[in-house]
């Protein structure tokens, strides 16, 4: 009869190990899925340059004050002519002034804009001789020329009393009184040259308005 020792009988009561099994190529596998996913969410997010800018929610018109609630934020792609348009850290918390005309839905260009505290402008209708020049539309710039008047029909050589004014407007003949051959037109001055543009209104100078720059082509 044979008789087990103890120590004999713990190995035999004792389960063997399983040994652990690595195969190289499920790590190599695994590495080559996580780096595909890493690179995939780098190129799209290298290539998303989209950003928000304001666009308007109603048409704005040159002296219109707006603030964050009159715009609508947009998410479009513009590159390097982002700092072209009104941005929402743009806005500051008393608002801005609209200077020039800007569409439903438009993207508001900065220059369109100006601070509430820098507003020095106002709007004043003016008749001036002869027709204007098609270039001469809302939100164009033009230069008024006064020439003084000296005696009947007769005037100095004209002289720019304002540069590059605003054109808010193009006034209806209908709606306002003018001499026939003139026309009469809204723009939006510095305050500190309106008296100026008063004088020569009620001196009965001649008052023309030039394009302050050639359109585009």
């Given at each position: 009869m044979v008789t087990m020792t103890s120590a004999?009988?713990?190995?035999?009561?004792?389960?063997?190990?399983?040994?652990?099994?690595?195969?190289?190529?499920?790590?190599?596998?695994?590495?080559?899925?996580?780096?595909?996913?890493?690179?995939?969410?780098?190129?799209?997010?290298a290539a998303d340059t989209s950003l928000l800018?304001?666009?308007?929610?109603?048409?704005?018109?040159?002296?219109?004050?707006?603030?964050?609630?009159?715009?609508?934020?947009?998410?479009?792609?513009?590159?390097?002519?982002?700092?072209?348009?009104?941005?929402?850290?743009?806005?500051?918390?008393?608002?801005?002034?609209?200077?020039?005309?800007?569409?439903?839905?438009?993207?508001?260009?900065?220059?369109?804009?100006?601070?509430?505290l820098g507003e020095q402008q106002t709007a004043i209708v003016l008749a001036v001789n002869g027709e204007l020049a098609a270039s001469v539309v809302p939100g164009s710039g033009v230069d008024v020329w006064s020439a003084r008047q000296i005696g009947s029909g007769l005037f100095e050589a004209p002289a720019v009393i304002v540069s590059a004014a605003t054109v808010v407007r193009l006034v209806d003949r209908e709606g306002f009184v003018v001499d026939d051959g003139s026309a009469a037109i809204e723009v939006l001055v510095p305050r500190s040259q309106i008296a100026r543009v008063l004088e020569a209104v009620a001196n009965d100078d001649a008052v023309s308005v030039v394009p302050a720059s050639l359109p585009g082509k």
């Amino acid at each position: 009869m044979v008789t087990m020792t103890s120590a004999a009988r713990d190995r035999a009561g004792t389960p063997a190990r399983r040994r652990f099994w690595f195969d190289p190529r499920f790590a190599i596998g695994v590495l080559l899925v996580a780096a595909s996913v890493a690179g995939v969410v780098a190129i799209v997010g290298a290539a998303d340059t989209s950003l928000l800018v304001y666009a308007a929610r109603d048409p704005l018109a040159p002296g219109d004050r707006i603030d964050g609630d009159d715009l609508v934020a947009t998410s479009v792609r513009l590159d390097s002519a982002a700092e072209l348009y009104l941005l929402p850290d743009d806005v500051p918390d008393d608002g801005l002034v609209v200077t020039k005309p800007v569409a439903d839905g438009e993207l508001v260009p900065a220059s369109a804009v100006g601070s509430m505290l820098g507003e020095q402008q106002t709007a004043i209708v003016l008749a001036v001789n002869g027709e204007l020049a098609a270039s001469v539309v809302p939100g164009s710039g033009v230069d008024v020329w006064s020439a003084r008047q000296i005696g009947s029909g007769l005037f100095e050589a004209p002289a720019v009393i304002v540069s590059a004014a605003t054109v808010v407007r193009l006034v209806d003949r209908e709606g306002f009184v003018v001499d026939d051959g003139s026309a009469a037109i809204e723009v939006l001055v510095p305050r500190s040259q309106i008296a100026r543009v008063l004088e020569a209104v009620a001196n009965d100078d001649a008052v023309s308005v030039v394009p302050a720059s050639l359109p585009g082509k």
